[in-house]
């Protein structure tokens, strides 16, 4: 069957997603996206590129080289993309938390140049609010949301610390973030409830919480100076799970992202109410082609990523 673009939505990885090596393969194969890479490391002023794929991994998973480096790498996989297939222009898109920025350059809203500088920055805020703030997060698989939030505002009430739900990934995927005391009691009162797995990520930061309002109002003031334009089409926003059309309400939605919960589970449901029947997955791996499986099987989900992996978009 082939692809529609009127019922085709893209899609853009997040952090976590990322891997040594990425977008080396597709950079040798594919000039568009080569360019990309040898744009990102004029713009950053330091070679994202050999980070990217030579790593060390330590240095990849420093937040503040794995926020440009992700976008970096999906915006090499649509401009390849755009290049193959130059007809498949999708009716929506959406990014999964960091993701946003990739999905608002492919949406051209924000400048690829801008939203660099933007990712850069927001990495660094976010690692500076972690030192302020410390925290954690913690993806909680097999228990439904409602149970989750209630063991979150019992464990606050418990601590006086923080904790909350961060993310709605997908039915039996919830990840809650805050303070380590109060992530503790919420995940023995998950555990209780019967939780399935409880997984602490790899993160030193909470996420998606108030203990990101220094970042997010560090990022504000660059988000000031940044030029936004309306998108050429709808960008579902991770705050709200609507359509952002405009550039009045994108700067909205960057202007509190990181506070707030990513509703993915949302965003995608109504991206299917609306007749989207196939996603595309642009950039590292294939974590929300993954996700796909418990929102909706019906719907066809496709990751692109390897040089190989765009042959599954010919006819």
């Known amino acids: ?13 997040g952090q976590a997603s990322q891997r040594l090596g990425m977008g080396r393969a597709l950079a040798q194969a594919d000039p568009h996206a080569a360019e990309v890479f040898t744009r990102a490391d004029q713009i950053l002023g330091y070679p994202i590129s050999k980070i990217c794929w030579e790593g060390p991994l330590d240095a990849l998973n420093d937040t503040e080289n794995t926020q440009p480096a992700l976008v970096t790498h999906s915006i090499a996989v649509l401009r390849a993309l755009q290049a193959r297939h130059p007809w498949l222009q999708p009716v929506y898109a959406a990014g999964h938390s960091l993701g946003e920025y990739s999905a608002l350059v492919a949406a051209e809203s924000l ?17 500076q609010a972690g030192d302020l703030n410390p925290g ?7 228990v439904v949301i409602g149970e989750v939030e209630r063991a979150c505002d019992a464990a606050a009430e418990a601590t006086g610390k923080h904790v909350r739900v961060a993310n709605d990934n997908c039915p039996g995927q919830i990840v809650i973030s805050g303070e380590q005391p109060a992530l503790d009691t919420a995940s023995k009162l998950l555990r209780a409830a019967g939780a399935r797995k409880l997984v602490p990520l790899a993160v030193s930061v909470a996420g998606h919480s108030p203990l990101m309002q220094p970042a997010q109002s560090r990022l504000e003031a660059v ?17 709200n799970a609507q359509p952002l059309r405009s550039a009045a ?17 949302e965003s995608i449901g109504n991206m299917i109410a609306a007749g989207v029947d196939t996603l595309i997955e642009l950039g590292s791996g294939n974590v929300l082609t993954s996700m796909m499986k418990r929102i909706e099987r019906s719907v066809r989900s496709i990751a692109i990523d390897e040089p190989d992996s765009f042959s599954l978009l010919d006819p």
Request: aromatic share 8%; hydrophobic share 50%; glycine share 8%.
């Open 136 to 142: 954690g997060m913690v993806a909680v698989l097999g």
């Open 1 to 13: 069957m082939g692809i529609d673009p009127k019922t085709t939505a893209f899609i853009f990885p």
């Open 223 to 239: 988000l000031a100076d940044t030029p936004i334009s309306d998108p050429s089409f709808p960008i579902i926003g991770n705050v």
């Open 111 to 127: 400048a690829f140049d801008d939203a660099l500088r933007l990712v850069l920055e927001r990495g660094r805020a976010m690692k």
């Open 249 to 265: 309400a994108i700067q909205q939605e960057l202007s509190v992202q990181l506070t707030e919960r990513l509703r993915w589970n």
